[in-house]
């Protein structure tokens, strides 16, 4: 082919980049927490599924009875009233503190402001106001606000009996990760991601390690976090339901530059190892291969407007040898 014949190409200025696609599934984990030594019958299920919990809210009710949540690391083992001491009298006087019902530190000593405390509170549940405080009336958690869901089986109807795991309290943020086929190559580590989380909303992390699969020896999934190994739904955390949801995820293979764009087709290779383009007026101008995405590249050398040749295969030159560039076979 000689240049007259050779197709004309106008570069115009275009983002190039090279991505692939994966499903990214966001996941909280959670840590089990038990009723205690609660018994009855489950009359309904308050914990919210939308937001988290603080100390107060009602997670369920047993024979009509509310169960709150309340901040602490000492299981509810026994009835507790008047007279009582110990490290759970004073954990209970810290969640009534946190209501306002209780005005002074923590003694971990059941007395008289105690019980008044008590009864207050009962009192604003809708409860008998006798200053005790049931073995079932509190489930408490390490730590407070918390986003947490019940079991499967604690349903309207189900018999709680002590120590029955009811709830799990979830991690703070979900583990977000790409899955890996069977077979398939996993995106290198601390390659971008970008992960379509929602209608105007993109979580933006690297990969940051693999999750074997133990029987193949090779990666199941790819572990993506956000900037300094935080989680990469940032503030939005909140929005991933309970029982985990599937996005789309584009990884960025090559990082995407905008400039003037030709196809690799016009892009020759000189007898130094450089690039060049034939341009429409016949002659050779070097160009800078920035970026290629399989089919175009972005360059430095030409500007929007200009006419390139398509198929550089015009008459060998002092300074080019008229042999196309080798195409990748990545198909971007």
């Given at each position: 082919?000689?240049?007259?014949d050779?197709?004309?190409?106008?570069?115009?200025?275009?983002?190039?980049?090279?991505?692939?696609?994966?499903?990214?599934?966001?996941?909280?984990?959670?840590?089990p927490?038990?009723?205690?030594?609660?018994?009855?019958?489950?009359?309904?299920?308050?914990?919210?599924?939308?937001?988290?919990?603080?100390?107060?809210?009602?997670?369920?009710?047993?024979?009509?009875?509310?169960?709150?949540?309340g901040?602490?690391?000492?299981?509810s083992?026994?009835?507790?009233?008047?007279?009582?001491?110990?490290?759970?009298?004073?954990?209970?006087?810290?969640v009534?503190?946190?209501?306002?019902?209780?005005?002074?530190?923590?003694?971990?000593?059941?007395?008289p402001l105690?019980?008044?405390?008590v009864?207050?509170?009962?009192?604003d549940?809708?409860?008998?106001?006798?200053?005790?405080?049931?073995?079932?009336?509190?489930?408490?958690?390490?730590?407070?606000?918390?986003?947490?869901?019940?079991?499967?089986?604690?349903?309207?109807g189900?018999?709680?009996t002590?120590?029955?795991?009811?709830a799990?309290?979830?991690?703070?943020?979900?583990e977000?990760?790409?899955a890996?086929?069977?077979?398939?190559?996993?995106?290198?580590?601390?390659?971008?991601?970008?992960?379509?989380?929602g209608?105007?909303?993109?979580?933006?992390?690297?990969?940051t390690?693999?999750?074997?699969?133990?029987?193949?020896a090779?990666?199941a999934?790819?572990?993506?976090?956000g900037?300094?190994?935080?989680?990469v739904?940032g503030?939005?955390?909140?929005?991933?339901?309970?029982?985990?949801?599937?996005?789309?995820?584009?990884v960025?293979?090559?990082?995407?530059?905008?400039?003037?764009?030709?196809?690799?087709?016009?892009?020759g290779?000189?007898?130094?190892?450089?690039?060049?383009v034939?341009?429409?007026d016949?002659?050779?101008?070097?160009?800078?291969?920035?970026?290629?995405?399989?089919?175009?590249?972005?360059?430095n050398?030409?500007?929007?407007?200009?006419e390139?040749?398509l198929?550089?295969?015009?008459?060998?030159?002092?300074?080019?040898?008229?042999?196309?560039?080798?195409?990748?076979?990545?198909?971007?």
């Amino acid at each position: 082919m000689n240049l007259v014949d050779a197709p004309v190409y106008t570069v115009i200025e275009d983002e190039v980049g090279r991505s692939t696609t994966y499903t990214a599934t966001a996941q909280w984990s959670g840590t089990p927490i038990a009723a205690g030594a609660a018994e009855g019958t489950v009359t309904s299920v308050d914990v919210p599924a939308d937001r988290s919990v603080d100390a107060g809210d009602v997670v369920y009710t047993v024979g009509l009875r509310p169960v709150i949540v309340g901040e602490g690391t000492v299981p509810s083992f026994r009835d507790l009233s008047e007279d009582d001491e110990g490290p759970d009298v004073a954990q209970l006087q810290g969640v009534l503190a946190a209501a306002g019902y209780f005005r002074v530190a923590p003694d971990g000593e059941f007395g008289p402001l105690t019980v008044a405390a008590v009864k207050a509170w009962q009192k604003d549940l809708g409860i008998e106001a006798d200053g005790i405080v049931r073995a079932g009336d509190i489930v408490y958690v390490p730590a407070l606000p918390a986003r947490m869901t019940v079991t499967d089986d604690i349903v309207p109807g189900a018999v709680l009996t002590p120590g029955v795991v009811t709830a799990s309290v979830l991690a703070e943020a979900p583990e977000v990760e790409l899955a890996i086929g069977d077979g398939a190559t996993p995106p290198p580590l601390h390659t971008p991601v970008i992960i379509e989380a929602g209608p105007g909303t993109e979580w933006r992390g690297t990969v940051t390690e693999y999750r074997m699969d133990p029987e193949l020896a090779q990666p199941a999934a790819a572990i993506v976090k956000g900037p300094d190994d935080t989680a990469v739904c940032g503030d939005t955390c909140d929005t991933v339901p309970v029982n985990g949801a599937s996005y789309t995820a584009r990884v960025q293979l090559v990082e995407a530059r905008t400039g003037p764009v030709v196809p690799l087709s016009a892009i020759g290779t000189a007898p130094d190892g450089g690039s060049f383009v034939l341009m429409a007026d016949e002659s050779e101008r070097a160009v800078e291969v920035l970026v290629v995405d399989g089919s175009r590249a972005v360059v430095n050398g030409v500007e929007a407007g200009d006419e390139v040749c398509l198929f550089a295969t015009g008459p060998a030159t002092e300074t080019g040898s008229g042999e196309p560039a080798e195409t990748p076979t990545d198909d971007g």
